[in-house]
């Protein structure tokens, strides 16, 4: 089952390209979601990245957390769904 992570501290240069490269270095990468500024046309320092499964999320989040990318330590964390952080509404 497929997993995603948050990368946060990303430079404003930062491309779509780059983190797919960097990542697929922990396993399969499904999707890269890099946040853009849409005036600036540039990264806004965060993206969301969806690996193939939990076991290359977790294997991506200890590769690369505190990892130096564009001279910018990145901060990775997987990332909760709604019901694991304890929002979840019951009926």
């Known amino acids: 089952m497929e997993a995603k992570i948050s990368v946060r501290n990303l430079s404003r240069s930062t491309t779509h390209e780059e983190l797919t490269i960097l990542f697929a270095q922990a396993g399969e ?22 690996m193939s499964t939990q076991n290359e999320a977790d ?12 001279e910018r330590s990145l901060k990775v964390d997987l990332v909760r769904h709604r019901q694991q952080r304890g929002f979840a509404r019951s009926l």
């Open 59 to 70: 294997k991506a989040v200890s590769m690369f957390n505190a990892y130096l990318l564009s």
């Open 29 to 50: 990468v499904t999707a890269v979601d890099l946040i853009m500024d849409d005036k600036r046309r540039e990264a806004r320092g965060f993206a969301f990245i969806t």
